[in-house]
């Protein structure tokens, strides 16, 4: 089945310590991007990737850092810089279609705890 | 810059009442509007997307018509049912692969 894979769903990290976000796709997209959930308070764009090797920053980079190394995989790095990163975390791809805005696809996110 | 309003909630409904979720954009040139659902502990789906001034999106009995004189992207329903419980986006994006720009969501709870 095509689709896009997060792992692991729950993810419990230590203050000062790196965690390292997983997403994969095999729909063969073009761009991926990584969005941020808080409760009321939608989702935040923290970085995407339009084309493998290339990546720009979103609304909320800061404390993040992300690879994009091979088409379908592009890894979220939450550094011990990120002062608030206990959040659910969703990964998306998408491929360009003519002149409109492209559709998303969404994995299933994963939930970060700081404890 | 970009950006999507949409009514907040909590919205709670007996089964079988009418929907509406307002919603109100505001972009440069013609954005693509969207209308995704999260069900507790997922992803997003995507609901139903219009692309162009007065298309009508829909899908699972949900519409949404893309209205450009008023910058508006209104979910409804004509029936609801407790399966339809969860939380509405609206986004919108411009051209290509360009990121989502989200509403901050509207929860929707339905009542047998």
Not at chain 2, 37 to 60: C, F
């Amino acid at each position: 089945d095509g689709g896009i894979t997060q792992s692991p769903k729950y993810l419990f990290r230590k203050e000062g310590q790196n965690v390292t976000l997983s997403c994969e796709q095999n729909l063969n997209h073009d761009a991926m991007y990584w969005y941020r959930q808080d409760p009321g308070q939608g989702l935040r764009l923290i970085y995407y990737s339009q084309i493998v090797n290339d990546f720009q920053k979103g609304d909320i980079a800061e404390g993040y850092s992300v690879s994009r190394e091979k088409k379908e995989s592009f890894p979220l790095t939450v550094t011990s810089a990120q002062k608030n990163p206990t959040a659910f975390y969703l990964c998306a791809s998408s491929k360009a279609q003519g002149t409109s805005g492209s559709k998303q696809f969404f994995g299933p996110g994963t939930r970060l705890t700081v404890l | 810059g970009n950006s999507v309003t949409q009514m907040e909630g909590p919205v709670t409904l007996s089964e079988e009442a009418f929907l509406t979720i307002n919603c109100t954009y505001t972009a440069t040139g013609y954005p693509s509007l969207f209308w995704y659902v999260q069900y507790p502990g997922e992803g997003l789906q995507l609901l139903l997307k219009a692309t162009k001034a007065d298309d009508k999106g829909s899908n699972k009995g949900f519409e949404a018509t893309y209205r450009k004189e008023t910058t508006s992207f209104h979910l409804e329903k004509g029936s609801v049912q407790v399966s339809d419980s969860a939380v509405y986006f609206c986004a919108l994006t411009r051209a290509g692969n360009t990121p989502l720009v989200f509403g901050k969501g509207t929860r929707l709870s339905v009542i047998a």
